[in-house]
């Protein structure tokens, strides 16, 4: 098994663990996919395929924990892979049900799509009465002001 096939069968190990009643361990094979999305070696359409499972994790009645847990997982693939918006596009559907902290990781993860798309749901969060949120959405919507100013825009 080359190092590839092995990170890709972590990857698949971590989901079944994911079937388990054990928040706890739900909590750590969460965490072994974010490392595993942290070496930056995974093919685009497995990084989008992990990144597309976290999203419905972040979205579903876990624990705080482990929802917290899978947007960690998500950030983590921004910062190391280019995550088209539409993978992520529920977490905007849903920014409005996640608590601050978590809201904070969904700001960062859509300011890091780059895509325009995401800057009307960004830019409602300006006005959040938690301070983080506010700081949060005003980076992202810099990132995305930024990204469209330097003529880098991902538009086809």
């Not at 929802?67 to 910062?79: G, I, K, N, Q, Y």
């Not at 809201?103 to 995401?118: E, F, I, K």
Request: aromatic share 8%; hydrophobic share 40%.
């Amino acid at each position: 098994m080359d190092g590839y096939q092995g990170l890709t069968a972590l990857i698949e190990s971590a989901w079944e663990g994911l079937n388990g009643s054990d928040a706890g361990r739900r909590d750590l094979c969460l965490d072994v996919v974010s490392d595993v999305l942290e070496t930056g070696r995974l093919a685009q359409h497995d990084v989008e395929r992990a990144v597309g499972r976290l999203v419905t994790v972040a979205l579903s009645g876990e624990s705080y924990e482990v929802r917290e847990s899978a947007l960690h997982a998500v950030f983590t693939a921004s910062t190391y892979y280019a995550l088209p918006y539409r993978v992520v596009e529920p977490l905007a559907a849903g920014a409005d049900g996640f608590e601050p902290l978590l809201l904070g990781y969904v700001l960062s993860v859509l300011g890091c799509t780059h895509d325009l798309a995401a800057l009307p749901i960004v830019e409602r969060f300006l006005h959040h009465p938690c301070s983080e949120v506010r700081r949060e959405a005003s980076d992202a919507v810099t990132e995305l002001h930024w990204h469209r100013e330097s003529g880098q825009d991902k538009a086809p």
